[in-house]
């Protein structure tokens, strides 16, 4: 799969095999982003979901904005 990261003007390229066994790593940033982390995390069909280590852990670090944009209440917990 190559898809565009037009933040920084890259292309990012993985295929799910490369990601099967890792830790992989979500950062989700902005108040803008809660509904698109909610969605995935009720599992929608979003390219996200396609990930799922068999053998690694899956992380989503998210900032206090998309917290606080949750409708789910989220306490969430300090580092």
């Known amino acids: 799969m190559r898809a565009a990261v037009s933040s920084v003007s890259l292309w990012r390229r993985w295929r799910r095999e490369e990601v099967a066994d890792a830790e992989v790593l979500f950062l989700v ?46 306490a969430g917990r300090k580092a």
């Open 29 to 74: 940033a902005g108040r803008d982003k809660a509904e698109a982390l909610a969605r995935a995390l009720d599992g929608a069909a979003l390219p996200a979901e396609r990930i799922q280590p068999r053998s690694g852990r899956l992380l989503w670090y998210v900032d206090r904005g998309v917290v606080q944009g949750l409708e789910c209440g989220f």
